[in-house]
Every structure is written in C-alpha cells, then in structure tokens.
C-alpha cells in the first residue's frame, strides 16, 4: 500500500499522471481482504476470551487502516511537498486529507463491522444447530 499512496498522492498533489488503475483495483482489494481477515481474527479472539461487546471495537479495527493513510500523508507532506511553502497550502493539504482519512476510516471500518457481524452470525447459528 506504501507505493500506491506514494503514486496516488504524487498524482494528485504534484501534477503527475497516473497510468496504473490495475494496480488500484488490486491493492484496494488486497486492502479490503486483509482487513477482513483481520476484522474476523480480533472479534474471534475476543469472543473467546467472553467478551461480547465486539460491536465498535471491529469497527475501529477495521478503520485503522486510516491511521496508516494520516501518518502517511504527514510524511508525504514533510518529504516530498517540502517546496510547500505558507499557512494556507499546508492547511489546505491538511484539510483535504483528514477528509480523506475519515471517509476511509468509515468505509474500512464498515467493512470490518460487516465481516464481523457475519462472521458472529455464522458462529451462533452454527452453536444453535448443535
């Protein structure tokens, strides 16, 4: 994900086309999966340790991909927009990205909660045929 963010950003903020939308596509899906997988490991772990209140914290797990994308932003705007230069661009940057941190916080976080939710769904339904 290092260097679809890299090529992403760099498209977007400095100018340069970008020609790899397969790439995209297959590092969004990638994404998707691992925090799937992820989502499912952590609920199912607290599950076993009798602890039913998985609601939020699936959705907070499945968000922290956000985290990632903010802190990566922050980098690319030390490193590579050095040449940035006044209150205003910088603010301008900062707004634009924590906007797109929340909405990949909600939209991974969705996913987290959904796979979750299916996953404990399958689960209980499975422990009431028995």
Known sequence: MFIELYFAMRSVWMGVFYYLFFFVLAVG???IIIN???SIL?????????????WWRSFH?????????????????AVQLRDVHGFL???VYS???SIV????????????FLASGA???????????E
């Open 36 to 38: 799937i997988e992820i």
């Open 61 to 77: 797990r499945g968000g922290s991909v956000a985290l990632y994308v903010g802190l990566y932003s922050c980098w690319f705007l």
């Open 95 to 97: 707004a634009y990205m």
């Open 101 to 112: 941190g929340v909405g990949i916080y909600f939209a991974m976080g969705v996913v987290g």
């Open 89 to 91: 661009p910088v603010l």
């Open 42 to 54: 952590c609920t199912y772990v607290q599950l076993c340790a009798e602890d039913y209140l998985w």
């Open 119 to 129: 996953f404990v769904y399958a689960i209980m339904r499975a422990v009431k045929a």
């Open 29 to 31: 899906l990638l994404t």
